[in-house]
């Protein structure tokens, strides 16, 4: 089934990453150097250096649960080359270069040729909402990740069971 041959899993694997640097580079050129909050993240990015300090979670009211893993996630980055803004953001691109491997990874296991499969991620990574939220602390990134891999892992396993 899928993946064809070993040329064709090695070509997606290249298409895939190729696509991934590119929404990395996007992100990058979308200068996210800035020593202050964007886009509401200043409690997320004040929650991570809490968090990097005392390595406990203190919530404060309006923020969802998913801070508490980012907050977990971004700490070592916090403790490892400081209290900044822009270690925060950078910390999470390795969700926005998952998300792109997700969404491409997806279509091509739902039946998309490589071509079609990149410009479906290629629509995503251009989409005017992706880009600036991946240059934020935000948790809707982390949060597209997570859900493309539960609907990854869903795909996979019903494959499974109807091949069985």
């Known amino acids: ?7 064709q899993c090695r070509n997606d694997r290249i298409v895939a990453v190729c696509c991934g640097l590119l929404a990395v580079g996007l992100v990058l050129l979308v200068h996210p150097f800035v020593e202050m909050g964007v886009h509401d993240d200043t409690s997320l990015v004040d929650l991570a250096f809490r968090t990097s300090e005392t390595w406990r979670l203190t ?10 893993a980012q907050s977990y996630w971004s700490a070592p980055f916090v403790r490892l080359f ?15 270069f998952g998300v792109v491997l997700l969404q491409y990874f997806l279509g091509r296991r739902l039946g998309l040729k490589p071509l079609a499969a990149a410009l479906g991620t290629l629509c995503l990574v251009l989409c005017p909402l992706f880009l600036p939220l991946a240059s934020t602390a935000m948790s809707d990134v982390p949060t597209l990740f997570l859900s493309q891999l539960s609907v990854v892992l869903a795909l996979e396993a019903a494959l499974a069971v109807r091949e069985s």
Do not use: K
């Not at 089934?1 to 040329?7: A, K």
């Not at 400081?82 to 926005?96: A, D, E, I, M, N």
């Open 59 to 68: 919530f404060d009211n309006y923020l969802q649960p998913i801070a508490g």
């Open 1 to 7: 089934m899928f993946p064809q041959s070993e040329g």
């Open 82 to 96: 400081g209290r900044s803004f822009t270690v925060v953001r950078l910390s999470l691109l390795p969700f926005c």
